[in-house]
């Protein structure tokens, strides 16, 4: 089956301790992004990636880190996580053909809870 | 970046049609019109995009004006499932040919029975 998967769905945590949220899609897609979700804010890109080793910042990438060494794989990771990330993250991935380009397809997501 | 406009909320009767508006004034010739849905908190579900004709498949209908400044997304007999928060976004392709996608806080779909 097509999907993005995300783990862990649920996580609390401490400020400060470092931790990682996976996102791994079984498309073969080249384009793939994080995105959080709060309340009011509507859907916020955080970071995207058009292939591996190519990543780019979104509209609220600080505090944030990225890396694509994997086509298939883009995790997202907090180095010291603080309450204001308290929030919802979606991983996406696409193909990527110029203009006439695809719908994203997105992960169940992860609710993130720092203390 | 193109920026989109819809009404945070809009109510419809199940069995009727669903016409939900978006305001894309100042979208560019390149730029694709999507539509997408989120029921509760899970991820968002791909509906249907455009670019200048409109566009009909299993899940809805979208109706782009002829100058591309707004579109409508239309359920044709809306079912309590489609109760969800409806995002109207247009994809932005920059000169290094990455793209940037801005979701908005969408129009909030609400199915009375």
């Known amino acids: 089956e097509a999907q993005v998967t995300q783990n862990p769905r649920y996580l609390i945590t401490v400020t400060g301790k470092k931790l990682t949220v996976t996102c791994s899609q079984n498309?073969?897609?080249?384009?793939m992004s994080w995105y959080r979700q709060d309340p009011g804010l509507g859907l916020r890109q955080i970071y995207y990636?058009?292939?591996?080793?190519?990543?780019d910042k979104g509209d609220v990438p600080e505090g944030y880190k990225v890396s694509r060494k994997e086509k298939r794989n883009f995790p997202l990771i907090l180095e010291s996580p603080s309450p204001n990330q308290t929030s919802l993250y979606f991983c996406a991935s696409s193909y990527q053909r110029g203009t006439s380009d695809l719908p994203q397809y997105f992960g169940p997501g992860t609710r993130l809870t720092v203390l | 970046d193109a920026k989109t406009t819809q009404p945070p909320s809009m109510d419809c009767a199940e069995g009727r049609a669903a016409n939900l508006p978006c305001n894309h004034s100042t979208i560019s010739g390149n730029e694709y019109v999507y539509w997408y849905r989120q029921i509760h908190s899970q991820g968002p579900q791909y509906i249907i995009h455009?670019?200048?004709n409109n566009e009909t498949n299993e899940m809805a209908s979208l109706i782009i004006t002829e100058d591309r400044k707004s579109s409508t997304l239309i359920l044709p007999h809306a079912t309590l499932r489609d109760t969800a928060v409806y995002y109207c976004?247009?994809?932005?392709?920059?000169?290094?040919?990455?793209?940037?996608?801005?979701f908005g806080t969408g129009t909030k779909l609400q199915v009375i029975p």
């Open positions: 455009g670019l200048k």
């Open positions: 498309m073969n897609h080249e384009y």
């Open positions: 976004i247009v994809r932005l392709m920059n000169s290094g040919g990455y793209q940037k996608v801005t």
């Open positions: 990636s058009m292939n591996v080793e190519v990543t």
